[in-house]
């Protein structure tokens, strides 16, 4: 069956079959695929159906997007989805790709098209990249076309604090689709633009900082695969920045997910590997964030010491935070976020004690602050706290507290806190109080 995609857009750009050949080779050796051969008969097999071999679709795909002067996707061409949902595991040394890479990957998420739906999260898939953002690697300049301002960054970064506000009061399901959205439309384009190199390195900033929140409400969800594709790609963005900080931030997102999703070495990896990447820069919050991240993979890998002291240093490097110094991004790492998190290390350490004090002084925090996402987290935690003291009354009373709080946001993680505890409270058998929760969390999955 013919391509009716592709002829549509060979007419439109202007091209030959002839010239769109040439320039297919052309931008296979940018993209260092030397090998890649092609010819006015081959694209005549394209125009007739044929789906050419990877990268290939990528390759023309770029090639179109040069010549019209935005993003044309292979989805766009009849050429399919492309290879940007294993590109997007990739942390690319060529800067061009990788742009490539995170506008296909944005513009799919957006159509929610169903390889993306189904992608898997990869185990140990931030080993190569966060070895090789420590290794610092730059490559290329961006490709040619209308010179981006400052003014046009700015604006950019103006409103990456509605977006974040927007996760940490509603929940990462409320309003990701929405910044995906804004960034396929007003971002993503910038990077394929020209600017000066000051202006190239704050685009990349701003441009890191929201797709990594777009990996973080994708992650918050409970769309890990997604989420995943996002935090690589941000992370080389950081690097392309030149903000060792902000890369070590992307870090602790990825640190927080593997450690989640049951690899807590590879968490503790990871948050390692951005506390080294702070070596030569003061950034206290970020610090903070890392240490606490261990002490989480270090509380499941049952190193009690080690967890215990990770705390202290968490602690220790929050004392030396200004939050009005602090980045933007920075801003939710605060004592209802940290005391959270604590009280979860203390949690799986089996120190009720601590916990409840760590949770408590959560709560006080996430309700001066109304967000309901970090007190229904940590009220699950002060609930677990009792159990591990048996008194269910109490772990009941704070179990209806979360489901409450829970149900003010679209959270996954808020949600699997109260399915956590649901389980949690199985050795107590058919108590009425256990019953009473179960039928709360039924009543709260199917308002959901």
């Not at 009061?169 to 409320?174: P, T």
């Not at 900033?205 to 890990?224: F, I, K, S």
């Not at 009720?352 to 925090?365: F, K, Q, V, Y």
């Not at 699997?416 to 929760?437: K, Y």
Request: glycine residues 8%.
């Amino acid at each position: 069956m013919a391509n009716e995609n592709l002829a549509r857009w060979l007419a439109r750009s202007g091209m030959s079959r002839g010239e769109l050949a040439r320039r297919v080779k052309a931008k296979a050796v940018d993209w260092n695929e030397p090998h890649v051969a092609t010819s006015t008969a081959r694209v005549r097999f394209w125009l007739e159906g044929q789906i050419p071999r990877t990268p290939l679709p990528d390759i023309i795909a770029a090639v179109f997007s040069d010549c019209v002067g935005y993003r044309v996707t292979t989805y766009d061409l009849g050429l399919g989805d492309g290879a940007s949902t294993e590109g997007a595991l990739v942390y690319n040394s060529s800067y061009a790709a990788t742009v490539e890479v995170v506008a296909d990957l944005g513009r799919a998420d957006v159509d929610r098209r169903n390889f993306l739906a189904g992608a898997p999260f990869a185990a140990l898939a931030g080993v190569g990249p966060s070895r090789d953002w420590l290794m610092n690697v730059l490559d290329q300049k961006p490709q040619t076309g209308p010179r981006v301002r400052l003014e046009d960054v700015t604006a950019v970064k103006n409103m990456f604090g509605e977006f974040q506000k927007m996760d940490v009061l509603q929940g990462g399901g409320s309003g990701r689709l929405i910044l995906a959205e804004y960034m396929n439309q007003h971002v993503y384009p910038l990077l394929r633009r020209t600017y000066s190199d000051d202006v190239r390195r704050a685009l990349c900033e701003a441009a890191a900082e929201q797709t990594y929140l777009l990996g973080w409400m994708a992650y918050d969800n409970g769309e890990h695969g997604l989420a995943q594709r996002y935090l690589i790609q941000s992370l080389r963005l950081a690097e392309e920045s030149g903000n060792p900080a902000l890369g070590a931030h992307v870090l602790a997102g990825m640190a927080d997910q593997a450690t989640l999703l049951g690899d807590p070495a590879e968490g503790r990896r990871l948050a390692q590997a951005g506390r080294l990447g702070l070596s030569h820069v003061n950034s206290p919050a970020c610090l903070a964030d890392l240490w606490c991240l261990e002490a989480r993979a270090l509380a499941l890998l049952d190193d009690k010491t080690a967890a215990a002291h990770a705390v202290v240093e968490s602690e220790k490097a929050y004392g030396k935070a200004r939050p009005a110094e602090e980045p933007e991004w920075a801003a939710f790492i605060d004592p209802a976020y940290l005391h959270g998190e604590h009280a979860n290390t203390f949690r799986d350490l089996g120190d009720a004690t601590s916990a409840d004090e760590h949770a408590r002084r959560s709560i006080d925090h996430a309700r001066s602050q109304k967000r309901a996402r970090r007190g229904a987290m940590s009220q699950a935690a002060l609930a677990v706290s009792h159990l591990q003291r048996k008194d269910l009354e109490a772990a009941h009373a704070a179990g209806v507290r979360t489901l409450s709080l829970a149900g003010q946001v679209k959270s996954s993680r808020a949600v699997e806190a109260v399915h956590d505890l649901q389980r949690r409270m199985r050795p107590f058998g058919s108590h009425r109080l256990v019953a009473d929760f179960n039928e709360r969390v039924r009543e709260l999955t199917t308002a959901a």
